[in-house]
Nanobody, 125 residues
Framework: QVQLVESGGGLVQAGGSLRLSCAAS????????MGWFRQAPGKEREFVAT????????YCADSVKGRFTISRDNAKNTGYLQMDSLKPGDTAVYYC??????????????????WGQGTQVTVSS
């Protein structure tokens, strides 16, 4: 019903920046919130940030607060994750996700209905 495609990943040096994009298509009117998760090899999928589609209210994980900024352009049906001051610990596959229903536990991956294929972010020291 909703398709998500991430882009913008790549290799960057520590201290550098990347901007990830998440293009949504299909029944985009059903999106209540969009979120970003990441998963490093051997680790569980980790919540990064989320934004409500209508109100633009944002929540970020403590590990990225002050460095990452989540935003969206409703007219373009696209979400963004601006990543600044990148660290080697940020290296992971980053996934875009969308949820159609309000849930208070927005950090839980199970509360998101649609997922992108992921984009690799590698930060070198």
């Amino acid at each position: 019903q909703v398709q998500l495609v991430e882009s913008g990943g790549g290799l960057v040096q520590a201290g550098g920046s990347l901007r990830l994009s998440c293009a949504a298509s299909g029944r985009t009117f059903s999106i209540y919130r969009m979120g970003w998760f990441r998963q490093a090899p051997g680790k569980e999928r980790e919540f990064v940030a989320t934004i409500t589609w209508s109100g633009g209210r944002t929540y970020c994980a403590d590990s990225v607060k002050g460095r990452f900024t989540i935003s969206r352009d409703n007219a373009k049906n696209t979400g963004y994750l601006q990543m600044d001051s990148l660290k080697p610990g940020d290296t992971a596959v980053y996934y875009c996700a969308a949820g159609a229903t309000y849930y208070a536990d927005y950090k839980s991956a199970s509360r998101y209905n649609y997922w992108g294929q992921g984009t690799q972010v590698t930060v070198s020291s």
